[in-house]
C-alpha cells in the first residue's frame, strides 16, 4: 500500500513558476513509475508527465515540454514537478500516481495509487 501526499501548487500569473510536491509512504518507492496528470473542469484527466521505475526515464505531453519537469528524490520519497513558463492553459487540478509497471505510462488506469489532487491556477 502507497500513500501519497501532495502540497505545493497556487496561483500564478501567466509567464511564472510553481512547483507540486508528492509525498509517497512505503519503503518501496523506488520500485514505482510515479506519474504527473491533471484535470481541468470538464474535461478528461490527462497525463502530464512520468519518470519510469526501472530506469529513470521521463516523458511528457507535448505541450509541456521545455517547461515542465519531473523529477524524485529516492531519500524524501518525494516525486516533483516543476512547471515554469506557466500558461492559463495549464490551469488545473494536478494529480500525482503511482504504478508498479513500466509500460503505458501514459494512461491513468495504469496506476494503482493516487495522490488527493493540488489545484494549479494560471491567470492571463
Known amino acids: 500500500q502507497v500513500q501519497l501526499v501532495q502540497s505545493g501548487g497556487g496561483s500564478v500569473q501567466a509567464g511564472g513558476s510553481l512547483r507540486v510536491s508528492c509525498a509517497a509512504s512505503?519503503?518501496?518507492?523506488?520500485?514505482?513509475?510515479m506519474g504527473w496528470f491533471r484535470q481541468a473542469p470538464g474535461k478528461e484527466r490527462e497525463f502530464v508527465a512520468a519518470?519510469?521505475?526501472?530506469?529513470?526515464?521521463?516523458y511528457y505531453r507535448d505541450s509541456v515540454k521545455g517547461r515542465f519537469t519531473i523529477s524524485r528524490d529516492y531519500a524524501w520519497n518525494t516525486v516533483y514537478l516543476q512547471m515554469n513558463s506557466l500558461k492559463p492553459e495549464d490551469t488545473a487540478v494536478y494529480y500525482c500516481?503511482?504504478?508498479?509497471?513500466?509500460?503505458?505510462?501514459?494512461?491513468?488506469?495504469?496506476?494503482?495509487?493516487w495522490g488527493q489532487g493540488t489545484q494549479v491556477t494560471v491567470s492571463s
Open positions: 500516481a503511482a504504478s508498479s509497471r513500466s509500460n503505458n505510462w501514459y494512461r491513468p488506469v495504469q496506476y494503482d495509487y
Open positions: 512505503g519503503r518501496t518507492f523506488s520500485s514505482y513509475t
Open positions: 519518470i519510469i521505475r526501472s530506469d529513470g526515464d521521463t
